[in-house]
């Protein structure tokens, strides 16, 4: 086996270019959405760098508090070759970044190609479909719901944030890097589930809903669970057209559940188990 030495380099220069990725490129620069095979994102702490490795992702530099240089961040230095590692202490990398880094370190790392929704459906019996969640937060906080409770895939619409967002990277744990999921390319995406089997359950608060617990929804071999944006939910003809309308029973005087929140009980309660 080969050993390679770190290619440690203290920060002396605040405007180095090659330090734009954590300082001064915004998220949409990041993922470059028009090329994006190109495109970076930035995994934080030594946890979730680790998951992303394993996933196969590829560094490009990593951000480290010199105190970890020797502690927590070596095993993952030492795994990466000879990939630059930009080091200072706290106080400059919270100057630099504009937040305090979670444990220390960041990692700068190429962006996965994505496989096709046909492919994700292809074998899976469960699967979480997201349509126009636009706060990151929650798209992490779902996707990690998604991995602990089983299911197989997520689906999300062109609407949704990204789940490489540094946010919902983090919010998820890194479990980003553990299930499949990918965007729907297909406008008339519903059509596309029908197509490849699913039963559609659409999570609603509308009129002529099923509870959560109905037997007609574990009966089903394959089955979708389709979650709305915040406040809104989904769309009227996204719930129109699905197969059933789904409704999580409340007690009097609450009317809904945050979404995230709601996946994690939709899940529990209709995922592979």
């Known amino acids: 086996m080969v050993s390679h030495m770190p290619n440690i380099i203290e920060i002396t220069d605040f405007s180095a270019p090659e330090l734009d990725v954590y300082a001064r490129l915004t998220e949409g620069q990041l993922l470059n959405r028009h090329e994006p095979e190109k495109g970076i994102f930035i995994a934080e702490s030594p946890k979730v760098i680790e998951r992303a490795l394993d996933a196969g992702c590829v560094p490009v530099s990593f951000l480290v508090e010199d105190r970890h240089i020797e502690t927590q961040a070596k095993e993952l230095i030492n795994r990466c070759g000879e ?19 979670t444990r220390g370190m960041l990692c700068a790392m190429h962006r996965p190609g994505l496989p096709s929704a046909e492919t994700l459906c292809r074998n899976a019996k469960r699967i979480a479909v997201l349509e126009n969640v636009v706060n990151p937060t929650n798209v992490g906080a779902i996707i990690r719901s998604a991995a602990a409770m089983q299911m197989d895939a997520v689906l999300l619409t062109a609407g949704c944030s990204d789940p490489l967002y540094r946010r919902a990277i983090r919010v998820s744990m890194g479990t980003v890097f553990q299930i499949p999921w990918t965007f729907l390319d297909d406008p008339d995406w519903m059509q596309q589930l029908k197509r490849s089997g699913f039963c559609t359950a659409a999570m609603a608060l509308s009129e002529n809903t099923i509870s959560i617990d109905d037997r007609r929804l574990h009966a089903q071999e394959r089955l979708a669970v389709i ?16 197969d059933y309308a789904v409704k999580i029973p409340m007690a009097e005087g609450v009317d809904s559940l945050n979404v995230a929140a709601a996946s994690a009980v939709a899940f529990w309660e209709l995922g592979n188990r």
């Open 227 to 242: 979650l709305g944006t915040e406040g809104e939910g989904l769309k009227p003809e996204t719930i129109s057209e699905s």
């Open 83 to 101: 990939i630059p590692v930009y080091t200072a202490p706290f106080d400059v990398l919270t100057q630099l970044t504009g937040f305090k880094l």
